[in-house]
C-alpha cells in the first residue's frame, strides 16, 4: 500500500519557525512532483507549495512566497516544507501529495497520492 507520511506539525508563536517532513512508503517518488497543501478549519484545502522531480523547479503559492521553502532528497525520498515567520493564519492541516502529471506546475486534480497530513498551529 502507497502511504504519504507527513511529520514535524506542532505548536508555536507567531514569528517562529517549523520544518515539515514527507517519507513516502511503499514506493518511491523519484519521478513524481511532490507537493504541500493545507487546510484550516472551515475553510477548503488550498495549495502551497510544489517541487519538481528533480528538485530543480519549486513554485509557491503568494501567501507563502518568501516564507516557506520546499525542497527534496531524492536518496532519502523526502520532501521538506520550510516554514519561517509564522502567523497564525497558517494554522491547518498541512499533507503532502504526489503528481505524476506533465504540466508545471501540477494542478490540484492531478495529485494522485496524499498523506494524511500532520497539524500545525500557530499562536499569536
Known amino acids: 500500500q502507497v502511504q504519504l507520511v507527513e511529520s514535524g506539525g506542532g505548536l508555536v508563536q507567531a514569528g517562529e519557525s517549523l520544518m515539515l517532513s514527507c517519507a513516502p512508503s511503499?514506493?518511491?517518488?523519484?519521478?513524481?512532483?511532490l507537493g504541500w497543501f493545507r487546510q484550516a478549519p472551515g475553510k477548503e484545502r488550498e495549495y502551497v507549495a510544489v517541487?519538481?522531480?528533480?528538485?530543480?523547479?519549486?513554485h509557491y503559492a503568494d501567501s507563502v512566497k518568501g516564507r516557506f521553502t520546499i525542497s527534496r532528497d531524492n536518496a532519502k525520498n523526502t520532501v521538506y516544507l520550510q516554514m519561517n515567520s509564522l502567523n497564525p493564519e497558517d494554522t491547518a492541516v498541512y499533507y503532502c501529495?504526489?503528481?505524476?502529471?506533465?504540466?508545471?506546475?501540477?494542478?490540484?486534480?492531478?495529485?494522485?497520492?496524499w498523506g494524511q497530513g500532520t497539524q500545525v498551529t500557530v499562536s499569536s
Open positions: 517541487v519538481s522531480w528533480r528538485g530543480g523547479s519549486t
Open positions: 511503499g514506493r518511491t517518488f523519484g519521478r513524481y512532483a
Open positions: 501529495a504526489a503528481s505524476y502529471a506533465g504540466n508545471w506546475p501540477p494542478a490540484s486534480y492531478e495529485y494522485t497520492y
